[in-house]
């Protein structure tokens, strides 16, 4: 890393949530501007994920991506050891209510468990981040987030007041993360002049700066239709992130494109 450089990380949220998913990332990293993906590996397409990845895209860099809230979706533990991260289906809380429901000691242990899940596979995760942002919501559940970073010696994503519920700054001790994260790339703001804007303000940022962006590209299948309200824009995303012309706005404003990997150059 050169400190006259502007660097961005386009982290793909949801690697491994179904195939259709999983492909769309692969391609939007092959074909265009993602550089990274997250892995959700409570999903029983997790280890497919992984294998199609080795075959299609060996470099693709991939993290862990927590969840508390991912819908109709279970804990890797079992119901008797975290209940309660559960609905009376068995299923994840959502994004809205988990935070008055769920015991600090059993967000440890799952989370826990679904990074040594990664390690288990034979893998080494690229950073940590969280599904709906949950990493982020209060200081409580960000402080398990630095002690797993901290355990597994993983960079993380930002925390911006801007996306949870932290309204000061917070402590990363050790722990590397990007200096901010644009996401504002998502739902109605999927265009391409959101898209623009995001790379006009990296561009503007100081030399030396670690921005990422995060987002959601994806093909539609029938897993995806099933369990999450946000499809369509999936594949939008998809033709904006692999447009042509993308490269070439990212370069003429002087930004450098890269990975979580830039926190291991030290």
Known sequence: MTAHKKYLIINADDFAYTPGVTYGIIEAYKK??????TALTVSDFFEEA???RNLLAPNLPVGVHLTLSLRGFSPLLDREDVPTLVNAEVTFHTQYEL???VDLNEVYREWDA?????YQLGYTPDHIDSHHYVHGK??????????LCEKYKLPMRNVSPTLGSIDSPVDYGNIKSPDTILASFYAREVTKEKLLSIID????SQAGTITEMNCHPAFIDPELQKYSSYVDERVTEY???TAPDMFEEIK?????????SVFHED
């Open 32 to 37: 265009g501007i993602v550089t990274s993906t």
């Open 50 to 52: 992984m294998e199609i």
């Open 99 to 101: 935070e008055s429901l």
């Open 114 to 118: 679904q990074i040594a899940r990664f």
């Open 138 to 147: 209060n200081e409580q559940l960000f402080e398990i987030a630095v002690q």
């Open 201 to 204: 303000q990296v561009g503007a």
């Open 239 to 241: 033709a904006l992130l």
């Open 252 to 260: 003429k404003r002087g930004i450098e494109l890269t990975d979580f």
